[in-house]
Each structure stands twice: as structure tokens, then as C-alpha cells.
């Protein structure tokens, strides 16, 4: 489950990457959002320019479907939470307005995925389908909110109906293999998608998720081994420098080989509140190169971001994880866990 969630956020990226959707909304109140710091300048100042826009014409539909995709375009690079927030928002106002309601429906539910609200992303995804049952997007939506809610025949019913040959059921198809664990097949359907990325010169954030998503089949493939799957994570940072999946994936690699210096160094560069399962990989280096109290402060770190309000359910999978370490705290892994299933 935890690596079928894992991408179903980077499948949410990749639609960011690969197009941006059209909207409807009403957007009272919109304010103006300077670029971020860490943030690639050109996407901030297109969210600053489509801001400013829409607080003038709150009505145009175009403007906020834009502002929804660059915001969740955002999401993956800097990782704030209130861009995807901001990207709700935008997505949810679409829905009374605009003439393409299963594609707003797939939008919303896209947003919803990012932030691990599986169930209200497959609702969105079945209304989605409701209204257009050929939509691609909805369908794609559905396929990845039933994975991650584990109705796994309504996955690969979802699967028949996606046109093969086109990237999203490719991608999607590998997925379905790597879950049954026929690993070459979902090797080879990946590495088909990612070549087709290239020759389509698709957005490097695309390029560079398909090849960490190929990295890791790689790595669990019968006679491949780290090296292979090391290779295409540099890979995947040459398309995309800084690319974070790329940086988590060589230093899940370097905490796996017990390089603790270098697997400190890597998560440090990604250590973010958006992800905070990464600060309990550091308290866990930390720990083993002999520093308690910097694992210690990690594990605060962490726990202030996912005992937040309303966090529960972005972090619930390593928040009950990390309760479930201690016999004195193994109830409340449990019930964490309960609530998340």
C-alpha cells in the first residue's frame, strides 16, 4: 500500500507535467502570489501573472484551470502545502460552472490524490465517470484512487477502458504489473513510457518521474541491483537537477548500504514539513551515527507536522508506523491505522 500511494502522488505530478488543464471558477478574494524562493522562477511568475488576472476577471474559467496545474506543478518542486491547498480551492469552485464537469471531477480528484484523501478522490473520480464515462482523465483518476483504497478489481476493470497505447494506460499498466510482481513486464512497459517522453520532449519533471518510478522496478527486479537503479536516479537528476524523488531515491540507497554520512546529506537537501516521513529517516541516521538528541529533535519535527490539525490523513501511514515502534503507544498505531483503512 505504501508504494502504491507514493505513486499515485507522483502520477498526479506527471499529469501536472504533461498538460494543463481548463477550468471555470469563482474565486472571490483571489490575492496576488509572489514567487517563491525555492521554486523554478518561471512557474512562480506565472502564478503571480494568472493570480493578478483572475482577481480582475473572477469569472474566467481559463485562468483558473491554468492556476490549478501550475500550483500543483509547484507542489512537487517546493513542496508547500499551501499551494495544493490554494489548487483545491481553484479545482473545487470549477465544479458549478464548467461545461466539462468529468473533467472537473478528474482535476478535483487529482488535487484530493495529492493530498491522500483517497476516498474523496475515487467520489470525484466516479462522478467523473458518471458524467463521461470515456473520459480519460476521470478514468485515470479512478484507476489510481482504487489502488490506493485497495479495490483492486475496480482497478483493473478501470484498466480495459483506458485507451492502450497512450501514455497514461501505459503507465498505469506498469503499475498494475509491478503489483502483481511481474517486474520485467512493468520494466519494460515503463521504459517504453519514458522514451516516449523523451522523443515527445515532454516537460523534464515528467522525464524525471518516469525514470525514479523505473528505478525502482529496476531495484526490485530479479538479477538488477542497486547500481542499475542508482544510474537511473543520476539520470533522472540530469534531466530535472534537484529533482527530489531522484535525491530520496539515492539516499534511500545510501541508508540500504549503511552510508549514514551520505544518506544525512541527501535527506537533508529534501528534509521539508511537506514530507515529514523524511525527518524520521534522518532521526534514524542520526540515531545510528551516534547523535540521539538530533534524532530526537527529528522525531519532534515530525511529530508536530503530522499531529497538526487535519494532517492525520496526509501522514497517517508512517504516523502509525512510528507509533507502532513502542508497545506504550501500539493502541494508538492501531487505531490510526483503523481510521486510515
Given at each position: 500500500m505504501k508504494r502504491a500511494r507514493f505513486w499515485v502522488a507522483g502520477m498526479v505530478a506527471l499529469g501536472g507535467a504533461l498538460s494543463l488543464a481548463l477550468s471555470r471558477a469563482v474565486l472571490p478574494?483571489?490575492?496576488?502570489?509572489?514567487?517563491?524562493?525555492?521554486?523554478?522562477?518561471?512557474?512562480?511568475?506565472?502564478?503571480?501573472?494568472?493570480?493578478?488576472?483572475?482577481?480582475?476577471?473572477?469569472?474566467?474559467?481559463?485562468?483558473?484551470?491554468?492556476?490549478?496545474?501550475?500550483?500543483?506543478?509547484?507542489?512537487?518542486?517546493?513542496?508547500?502545502l499551501a499551494d495544493v491547498r490554494r489548487a483545491e480551492s481553484l479545482a473545487w469552485s470549477v465544479l458549478p460552472l464548467v461545461s466539462d464537469t468529468g473533467g472537473a471531477?478528474?482535476?478535483?480528484?487529482?488535487?484530493?490524490?495529492?493530498?491522500?484523501?483517497?476516498?474523496?478522490?475515487?467520489?470525484?473520480?466516479?462522478?467523473?465517470?458518471?458524467?463521461?464515462?470515456?473520459?480519460?482523465?476521470?478514468?485515470?483518476?479512478?484507476?489510481?484512487a482504487a489502488v490506493a483504497t485497495g479495490r483492486y478489481a475496480v482497478a483493473e476493470s478501470?484498466?480495459?477502458?483506458?485507451?492502450?497505447?497512450?501514455?497514461p494506460y501505459q503507465f498505469r499498466a506498469a503499475h498494475m504489473l509491478s503489483m502483481q510482481g511481474r517486474m520485467d513486464g512493468a520494466y519494460h512497459a515503463l521504459d517504453h513510457a519514458c522514451v516516449q517522453l523523451a522523443r515527445a520532449a515532454a516537460r523534464p519533471q515528467a522525464l524525471a518521474w518516469c525514470l525514479t518510478e523505473l528505478a525502482k522496478i529496476q531495484l526490485a527486479r530479479e538479477g538488477e541491483g542497486e547500481a542499475a537503479a542508482a544510474a537511473l536516479y543520476r539520470q533522472a537528476l540530469q534531466?530535472?537537477?534537484?529533482?527530489?524523488?531522484?535525491?530520496?531515491?539515492?539516499?534511500?540507497?545510501?541508508?540500504?548500504?549503511?552510508?549514514?554520512?551520505?544518506?544525512?546529506?541527501?535527506?537533508?537537501?529534501?528534509?521539508?514539513?511537506?514530507?515529514?516521513?523524511?525527518?524520521?529517516?534522518?532521526?534514524?541516521?542520526?540515531?545510528?551515527?551516534?547523535?540521539?538528541?538530533?534524532?530526537?529533535?527529528?522525531?519532534?519535527?515530525?511529530?508536530?507536522?503530522?499531529?497538526?490539525?487535519?494532517?492525520?490523513?496526509?501522514?497517517?501511514?508512517?504516523?502509525?508506523?512510528?507509533?507502532?515502534?513502542?508497545?506504550?503507544?501500539?493502541d494508538t498505531a492501531l487505531a490510526i491505522a483503523r481510521r486510515d483503512v
Open positions: 478574494g483571489a490575492a496576488t502570489t509572489l514567487p517563491a524562493p525555492n521554486d523554478t522562477a518561471i512557474t512562480s511568475r506565472s502564478i503571480a501573472f494568472f493570480e493578478g488576472r483572475l482577481a480582475q476577471d473572477p469569472g474566467n474559467f481559463m485562468i483558473a484551470g491554468q492556476l490549478v496545474a501550475r500550483y500543483m506543478l509547484r507542489f512537487q518542486v517546493s513542496a508547500n471531477y478528474a482535476r478535483l480528484g487529482a488535487v484530493y490524490l495529492t493530498q491522500h484523501k483517497f476516498a474523496a478522490a475515487y467520489d470525484a473520480a466516479r462522478r467523473g465517470v458518471a458524467w463521461n464515462p470515456a473520459n480519460q482523465g476521470a478514468l485515470g483518476v479512478l484507476f489510481d478501470t484498466l480495459t477502458k483506458l485507451r492502450p497505447g497512450r501514455l534531466v530535472q537537477p534537484g529533482y527530489r524523488a531522484g535525491i530520496e531515491g539515492l539516499a534511500d540507497l545510501a541508508f540500504a548500504r549503511g552510508d549514514w554520512r551520505e544518506a544525512r546529506e541527501l535527506f537533508g537537501r529534501i528534509a521539508v514539513d511537506a514530507h515529514p516521513d523524511l525527518y524520521l529517516r534522518l532521526a534514524e541516521v542520526h540515531r545510528a551515527l551516534g547523535e540521539p538528541a538530533v534524532a530526537e529533535r527529528f522525531e519532534r519535527q515530525f511529530l508536530a507536522v503530522a499531529r497538526a490539525l487535519d494532517a492525520e490523513a496526509l501522514y497517517a501511514h508512517p504516523l502509525a508506523l512510528y507509533y507502532a515502534s513502542s508497545p506504550v503507544t501500539i
